[in-house]
């Protein structure tokens, strides 16, 4: 398990480097900085090179300095590392692999590098009631990360980060050759595709709700590849039938249901439907990406989840308290539902709640 950077400072990292060698790992712009602040300020550290995982960069130098390979490094030499890349825990990961603990982050250490978000009120209580109805240790686990990183305003997630597909996992849910599949939040059809890989064409039908006709024309430019079963609806979803204003062009904002409006521009309006007024056959899965407005369409919904006891994979990273709120609600309505976490972002954003009935 990777060093906790929570309690690293730079008075305790300059006293593990009295005495030793220092390698900046990272050849990139951040160590690079790194090592003109080192000579402007006079830092006193024994800098000997660099380290980076790109072999193209093996050998070459940097104001002097050569850039090294981590494998040349030897146990036995008394070193440390000064981790200076945006996501230090994919690098303490490898470290750890190689037997290498004297490592430290230039990230952590440095305030300025924080992330926009520190949620400072979290609801212990509710945290604990989640923690107590996730299936799997592993999603506890992630629980007690996320909770950490949130109270820090971290950035860095790569530590917590899972790999592969991030809705259709075999490991939680089967599946067979009927099943009836909503994608809420279509973006460009990418969940189409993998829907249809994952069941290998098997399946009853697919609909797939997506308010942003630039994008929705995307998808549409590609139905080619599917056929009849596969259903289009340029519609939002929400807890009713309802028109909203929404940001359809801002590259920050854009997919995002807006309240207040402001002087914002590319606001325009979108038709929402529920799920319950607009899905009558039964339904199988359904998946939820859809810029925080996950709660109300879920609500939207509840008719469906208490009849079918769909297999569901909904992000709840939208919104701070999408974390505990979204799997406590969905657990008070079908008990019997098995419940885990998993995270996909290199960032704050890509926790994804699955459930489902064993």
């Given at each position: 398990m990777r060093r906790d950077f929570?309690?690293?400072?730079?008075?305790?990292?300059?006293?593990?480097?009295?005495?030793?060698?220092?390698?900046?790992?990272?050849?990139?712009?951040l160590g690079r900085e790194l090592l003109k602040k080192c000579k402007n300020y006079n830092s006193g550290w024994n800098i000997k090179g660099f380290l980076d995982n790109d072999k193209s960069k093996f050998g070459t130098n940097i104001d002097g300095l050569q850039v090294f390979g981590v494998a040349e490094l030897s146990k036995s030499e008394n070193y440390v590392v000064l981790i200076c890349t945006m996501y230090p825990g994919t690098i303490a990961n490898?470290?750890?692999?190689?037997?290498?603990?004297?490592?430290?982050?230039?990230?952590?250490?440095?305030?300025?590098?924080h992330d926009f978000l520190i949620q400072e009120d979290i609801d212990a209580l509710e945290i604990n009631r989640l923690?107590?109805?996730?299936?799997?240790?592993?999603?506890?686990?992630?629980?007690?990360a996320l909770v950490q990183k949130r109270k820090a305003g971290f950035m860095d997630y790569t530590d917590i980060q899972d790999s592969g597909t991030e809705y259709f996992i075999d490991e939680f849910f089967t599946k067979d050759s009927n099943e009836v599949f909503i994608d809420c939040g279509a973006y460009d059809g990418d969940t189409i595709d993998e829907f249809c890989s994952w069941t290998e064409n098997q399946f009853k039908a697919v609909y797939s709700f997506e308010p942003d006709a630039v994008?929705?024309?995307?998808?549409?430019?590609?139905?080619?590849?599917?056929?009849?079963?596969?259903?289009?609806?340029p519609k939002g979803v929400y807890s009713h039938k309802t028109t909203l204003s929404?940001?359809?062009?801002?590259?920050?904002?854009?997919?995002?249901?807006?309240?207040?409006?402001?002087?914002?521009?590319?606001?325009?309006?979108?038709?929402?439907?529920?799920?319950?007024?607009?899905?009558?056959?039964?339904?199988?899965?359904?998946?939820?990406?859809?810029?925080?407005?996950?709660?109300p369409a879920l609500n939207g919904a509840k008719n469906i989840i208490l009849r079918d006891k769909p297999k569901?994979?909904?992000?709840?990273?939208?919104?701070?308290?999408?974390?505990?709120?979204?799997p406590l609600m969905l657990k008070d309505w079908v008990p019997e539902y098995r419940m885990h976490l998993r995270h996909y972002g290199r960032r704050y954003y890509g926790t994804v709640l699955y459930a489902y009935i064993p």
């Open positions: 929570k309690q690293d400072t730079w008075e305790k990292f300059n006293e593990a480097a009295k005495g030793r060698d220092v390698y900046l790992f990272g050849a990139g712009n490898q470290l750890d692999a190689l037997g290498i603990e004297n490592y430290w982050s230039s990230i952590w250490m440095d305030d300025t590098m923690k107590e109805i996730l299936y799997d240790e592993k999603s506890q686990n992630l629980l007690d994008i929705l024309q995307k998808i549409k430019s590609n139905m080619h590849k599917y056929d009849q079963r596969i259903h289009l609806i929404f940001m359809n062009t801002d590259a920050v904002y854009s997919g995002h249901v807006v309240e207040n409006t402001g002087n914002m521009g590319g606001l325009g309006t979108i038709e929402c439907v529920s799920l319950d007024e607009e899905i009558q056959e039964k339904v199988t899965f359904i998946k939820m990406d859809i810029e925080g407005s996950e709660i569901l994979a909904i992000c709840i990273y939208h919104k701070p308290d999408d974390l505990w709120k979204i």
